[in-house]
């Protein structure tokens, strides 16, 4: 059963066009798989399989969006998105995080959208929903996305 959850889009903040998005995932398959998807669609990534280089890589390549796996080696994705959202450039605390997990029990839902998610995907989710979801939210109709249970 594929989980997701969203929040609106936040039109006034600055983004790069087209948007680059980092995919955050220790299984290397899975990163692998994502980022083929969304070169497929001409939209530039970069990849990190462990929390410490994900947030390095975030305030380093300021991305339009983060695809962020929660259960990462070093630290794990609650806690990069706590990084993110608690940093002292608001640009970088605004960037859209996307929640991408095996935890798929309601409160580990309520904790991701808790802690800033701006959409939470439940394991097995389909690929094609994410990099659509993606799309749409780096074309500024992240409004688009609902809520599925």
Known sequence: MQTM???HHDESRPRQEPGMVLVVE???D????LC???????VPVAVAH???TAFALVEQLRPALVLLDLMLPRIDGHEVCRLIRSHPDRDLAGTPVVMLSALSA???IEKGMGLGANAYFAKPYSVKDVVTATMEWLGGTGERLKAQG
């Open 50 to 52: 462990d929390g410490l």
């Open 106 to 108: 309601p409160q580990d």
């Open 36 to 42: 083929y998807s969304l070169r497929k669609n001409r």
């Open 5 to 7: 959850q969203a929040r």
């Open 30 to 33: 899975i990163a692998h798989l």
């Open 26 to 28: 220790d299984d290397e």
